[in-house]
T-cell receptor, first 114, second 108 residues
Framework: KAGVTQTPRYLIKTRGQQVTLSCSPISGHRSVSWYQQTPGQGLQFLFE???????NKGNFPGRFSGRQFSNSRSEMNVSTLELGDSALYLC?????????????FGPGTRLTVL | SQQGEEDPQALSIQEGENATMNCSYKTSINNLQWYRQNSGRGLVHLIL?????REKHSGRLRVTLDTSKKSSSLLITASRAADTASYFC????????FGAGTTVTVRA
């Protein structure tokens, strides 16, 4: 089976812009979770989608949003980018929701906000 | 939600030695998972241990879980340079909550 893929791998944006990141889960997985990783805050949960529905949301502002399509692919959008949004964004897919089973991570998208 | 707390924050060992790191948490969990991350790349799943299990093995890895003490440990035996990475425990609390990780350096 192909692993979790994320596009793009690297992205440079300027403050105020918006960005869309994409994640394709492992075939058959219906859960996709998104995480932000920064040196200061570590790995923080953004949100999880399961069968096109947002199941859980972390403590992030409304500028961070996501969606999941019927083929389980997921996108994450960040609007009005701030310098502090510079981070590695990781998505993970799983066969079960809520962290009940192994999560398989993609390689991440490195976002730099200038 | 809770996060696991890994201890130590950093560990430096000689190749061939064993490495042990611990994860403590505060409330009940369904499962606890260990992940490895090499230098800012994606996380690799190592072992998932459920709350009704006490020990699991995978190759050179051994994970224990003590729910009465709310703690888990990850043991890497006969370490290799390729084991140099950050190791995270993640708690299943309706989502995965990650700790700050233990950075392991294996010296040749």
């Amino acid at each position: 089976k192909a692993g979790v893929t994320q596009t793009p791998r690297y992205l440079i944006k300027t403050r105020g812009q918006q960005v869309t990141l994409s994640c394709s889960p492992i075939s058959g997985h219906r859960s996709v979770s998104w995480y932000q990783q920064t040196p200061g805050q570590g790995l923080q949960f953004l949100f999880e989608y399961f069968s096109e529905t947002q199941r859980n949301k972390g403590n992030f502002p409304g500028r961070f949003s996501g969606r999941q399509f019927s083929n389980s692919r997921s996108e994450m959008n960040v609007s009005t980018l701030e310098l502090g949004d510079s981070a590695l964004y990781l998505c993970a897919s799983s066969s079960l929701a809520g962290g009940q089973d192994t999560q398989y991570f993609g390689p991440g998208t490195r976002l730099t906000v200038l | 939600s809770q996060q696991g707390e890994e201890d130590p924050q950093a560990l430096s060992i000689q190749e061939g030695e064993n490495a042990t790191m611990n994860c403590s948490y505060k409330t009940s969990i369904n499962n606890l998972q260990w992940y490895r991350q090499n230098s800012g790349r994606g996380l690799v799943h190592l072992i998932l241990i459920r709350s009704n299990e006490r020990e699991k093995h995978s190759g050179r890895l051994r994970v224990t879980l003590d729910t009465s003490k709310k703690s888990s440990s990850l043991l890497i035996t006969a370490s290799r340079a390729a084991d140099t990475a950050s190791y995270f425990c993640a708690l299943n609390d309706y989502k995965l909550s990650f700790g700050a990780g233990t950075t392991v350096t294996v010296r040749a």
